[in-house]
């Protein structure tokens, strides 16, 4: 049964609606979202994406997670569909390099808007980058170095030491990315060995229209798969540990059409996140 739409928002609405959201001019904002449960929106994700860089202004800065999937990682783990083990290897071998255009999956309609907008940063690694727009765009995607995923040289970094607002759009904790970075500060989740195809020469810059590879002089880099012991990134406990956050903490909550809006800044989520991680 096809659930009956009853309200329509405009982007006049939208940007009312962001402002009651606690979101203000020159924040750094990483969004997470859900398009599907904001009801009618005329423009839908061009419509929210706008709205959200007017409201941020020129000195703001929006960023969503740009994940994709499968592309670029360890073929052995893979699990829908799983791969026969004579195929890992040639597919370790002949992944594309990772550039500005590579794919974004399963983050919904709003990144992959925000992907085709001039002016937008893409941050280096090859499974789990952000896409930044804004003051701080280029600080939040520049990495020095990529492993651990979500470690201290991350975007997740960037934007804590930024204390940026985590926006959750219709979305709950259990998608909530930033929480990845409590995990490793904790020091309280397992590490496995996996392998992932890099760059090579490695980008110097984030990855842009302009320099879809990171390069100066804008050649096409070869790839090399490496090995590397990388965090176990899990979400099980998101949900509780949004729950015990919620005890201890007034978060910002506001309606956007028919979904529910969390505004929350990222230092002491992951603050609390890191403690309450460690005593479980």
């Not at 930044?132 to 201290?152: D, H, L, T, W, Y």
């Not at 995990?183 to 060995?193: K, N, Y």
């Not at 760059?199 to 590879?213: D, G, I, K, R």
């Not at 949004?242 to 989520?269: C, N, W």
Request: charged share 20%; aromatic share 10%; with cysteine.
């Amino acid at each position: 049964m096809k659930k009956d739409i009853k309200v329509m928002l405009t982007k006049a609405d939208v940007i009312h609606q962001l402002h009651d959201a606690g979101i203000e001019q020159g924040d750094t904002v990483l969004l997470h979202s859900s398009l599907s449960g904001i009801g009618y929106v005329v423009g839908a994700e061009r419509t929210i994406i706008e709205a959200f860089l007017e409201v941020l202004g020129e000195a703001g800065t929006l960023i969503t997670p740009a994940q994709n999937g499968y592309d670029n990682g360890d073929p052995q783990y893979w699990m829908n569909p799983p791969l026969p083990e004579e195929w890992w290897q040639p597919v370790r071998e002949n992944f594309p390099p990772f550039c500005y255009y590579s794919p974004i999956r399963v983050m919904g309609q709003m990144p992959n808007y925000l992907h085709r907008l001039p002016g937008v940063q893409r941050s280096l690694h090859p499974t789990t980058s952000f896409l930044a727009k804004g003051a701080n765009a280029e600080q939040v995607c520049m990495q020095s170095e990529i492993f651990p995923m979500f470690g201290k040289n991350s975007p997740l970094a960037k934007m804590y030491k930024l204390d940026a607002k985590i926006v959750m759009l219709g979305t709950d904790y259990e998608t909530c990315t930033a929480l990845h970075y409590a995990e490793v500060l904790s020091g309280a989740i397992p590490t496995q060995p996996t392998g992932i195809a890099i760059n090579v020469p490695a980008p110097t810059m984030p990855l842009s229209y302009e320099h879809p590879f990171g390069l100066e002089d804008d050649s096409v880099p070869e790839t090399k798969y490496v090995f590397t012991d990388e965090y176990l990134a899990e979400t099980d406990t998101f949900a509780a540990l949004g729950e015990a956050f919620e005890l201890d903490y007034d978060v910002h909550k506001s309606m956007l059409g028919e979904a529910l809006v969390r505004t929350i800044k990222m230092q002491p989520l992951i603050d609390f996140a890191v403690d309450w991680l460690r005593e479980q």
